[in-house]
């Protein structure tokens, strides 16, 4: 028999003392917590500062199961010191969860603007990117048009399999079991009918059954499954995570809203965005600059059927006369006309463009090399994003090694959630649930980035000196009602 302190087992640079200064410098009435004030009646409710750090305490060591959490705040010494020795059950852990999504996505937001009064995001440089991460979806409850119909064909087989056998049979119990599969087959060919007006009526490519929000992505080496496509942006100065969203299932029209809320988050005039080629957009690259954004995104090569005939990027063009000159010197010109673009999978307006010809093509020495032998000769055609394309190409042509800063700041950030925190799948269903167990993953990885920067010690003293400055600052508001000193604690108030 004997006795210890959990104090004394606790290191003064443990993580885990970290996490009890962030959590303690919140103001968690204003993030809209339950039970930050216990009622005078009744069995008190957990604080919900208890719950939060045993949360963040969790996804920190890859323990994100409200069991496991469970577990851990009964047996380890550090949760145990972390709660005060109050042990939650995992119905309570849970119900946490799903109830403060949004109040885990605001506090990540708000430690990201404390991030930057503290000048440890520069906020000058930002790289973008995105991960996929499975859903509570199995693939097999993940529905397209094709896959619909395979199983309504499927199902029409078997129905006529059981009708030849009904004309042959004689026995009037044989008879009665093949009406009984046609009656259960019909049954199932009705919903799949009904999921197909379903999948019609939403306008999108698929539906999902366990998870609405969730969709059919390629994770890896053409490996496809049912998840988000988690979109983030981190700092270059010391690589910390500013933004966080989820969208479509690939990167296509992903760029301008991470990047702008990236913009407005840390209130700077411009910003320089770094991202791959999935980002390649037209639309997105204005909209980017439209905002102050320079975009410095790596260019798609120009697609063709025929790699044998002259890419378009032999054409150049001249923006004063608005015409372009074909590698054999002639001129192309355009009426002016926009046609519209289609997306064909979709069938909606896609973009704007106008198409520059020649009537020089029928006997030009070239027309081989460059038209691939097509009767009408060859067109340009110009889309209303192209100048910012070009722009954004100069760019990254002018600075190689800058645009190749963008895989240093971002892309060591995935691989330590998925193989060190085990950030390979949620727990949740919904975008916005999602969204909320992202932001508490990326609390703790911005913590932990923090640790290394500054050090456990000089982190705490930097939180609970925020934490007794806003509580000063209270005080003194209630003494002088000063209309200055509040929208002071507004700013600082996290």
Known sequence: MFMISLESTISPGSFVRVIDAFVDAIDLKSFGFKHVESNEEGRPAYHPSVLLKLYIYGYK??????RQLEREARLNMEAMWLLSGVHPGYHTIADFRKENKKAFREIFRKFVVLLKEWELIEGETIAIDSFKIRAVNSLKNNYNEKKIERHIAYIDEKISEYEALLDECDKEEDRQELEEKIAYQNKKKDNYHSLETQLQSSGEDQISLTDPDAK??????????????????????????VAIDTGDVNDTHALSGIAIESKELLQVEKLDVLADKGYHTGEEIQACGEHHITTYVSPRESSTNNDAIYPVEKFIYDKDNDTYTCPAGCTLTTTGKWYKHSDSRKGRFSYKYKRYTTSKCKGCVQRQNC????????????SEYAEALEANKERVEKKPEYYRKRQEIIEHIFGTLKRQRGFTHVLVKGKEQVLGEVGLMFIGYNLSRCVTILGAKNLIKALRDKCLRYLSLIKELILSRNDKLFSEIFRIAF
């Open 216 to 241: 059919s992505v390629i994770l890896h080496r053409n490996i496809v499954n049912v998840g988000y496509n988690v979109q983030a942006s981190a700092d270059s100065k010391h690589k910390l995570l």
């Open 61 to 66: 060591y890859g323990l994100r199961s409200s």
């Open 371 to 382: 038209t691939g032998g097509k009767h009408n000769g060859r067109a340009i055609d110009r």
